[in-house]
């Protein structure tokens, strides 16, 4: 059991033909996963409770990140070309965990603003919607 | 290409398997493997500092690649050592080369130890 810290977390894209470490990220995170139900009440059903059961599908729920912007990167022109030639990409998470191994998932779209403000960097949010499942450890 | 790159899925073919290395278990490309790769894909994995061209057709695909470089280089390698943006200026200045297991600082050698300020609480 441990506790990880965020420093040093690595999160790569595919860039052609390799998968490369994303610069300048502040923070991430993922959510919107779960496994999909269906109302399995019935007229019998005992009890007030209404009842649910699985379809057997999962939603794959979404990734997203900040980063500050910076428009001259490459690494960065490969996220923003997911919005001008829509592609499905490949991506990696590898926590901290000393044994970690990466956690990879396909995105299918791509969410992407920046903002700028007086006391701030200039900063991009990339929304990632996930294709399939992000392969978590086991 | 830098041995620190991963090899993307469409990549790990039997075409390249003598230039993935895959000791730690992931695909990762061997240091100087050769990818035939997209005009568009060449600009990004240059100008990422992942690869360098390696024929006269890559090398104009990214017409100019070598302004800049060491600047590329640069940031490439902290994204390497996964340096927080917060830390970029003190890799920059070589007081530190990265972070330990436990995300302590790895002191370079411009380290600057840190001022009695700051080490006044351990000395209580």
Request: glycine residues 10%; aromatic residues 8%; proline residues 3%.
């Amino acid at each position: 059991m441990a506790k990880l810290r965020c420093k040093g977390t690595i999160i790569k894209q595919t860039i052609s033909a390799s998968l490369t470490a994303v610069a300048q990220i502040t923070d991430f995170n993922h959510d919107g996963a779960e496994s999909e139900t269906f109302d399995a009440t019935t007229l019998d059903t005992s009890g007030a409770g209404k009842e649910y059961s699985q379809t057997g599908y999962s939603e794959g729920g979404n990734f997203g990140f900040t980063i500050f912007y910076d428009d001259t990167l490459a690494g960065h022109q490969a996220i923003t070309d997911l919005v001008t030639t829509p592609a499905a990409c490949v991506w990696n998470i590898t926590t901290t965990a000393a044994t970690a191994a990466a956690m990879a998932f396909t995105s299918a779209g791509i969410g992407f603003g920046f903002t700028g403000a007086m006391n701030d960097g200039l900063k991009a949010d990339v929304s990632l919607k996930i294709t399939g499942l992000l392969a978590y450890q086991t | 290409m830098r041995s620190d790159n991963g090899v993307a899925a469409a990549f790990d073919t039997p075409e390249y398997a003598d230039q993935i290395d895959r000791s730690s278990g992931q695909p990762f490309w061997k240091l100087g493997a050769v990818v035939e790769v997209d005009r568009r894909g060449a600009q990004l994995l240059v100008g990422n500092g992942d690869c360098e061209p390696a024929d006269d057709e890559a090398e104009q695909a990214c017409y100019g690649w070598k302004a800049k470089r060491a600047d590329v280089l640069l940031s490439r390698e902290m994204l390497a050592r996964a340096i927080d943006p917060e830390d970029r200026e003190r890799f920059r200045n070589g007081e530190i080369l990265g972070y330990d297991e436990n995300g302590n600082d790895i002191p370079g050698p411009n380290w600057i130890e840190p001022d009695d300020d700051d080490t006044e609480e351990d000395d209580e």
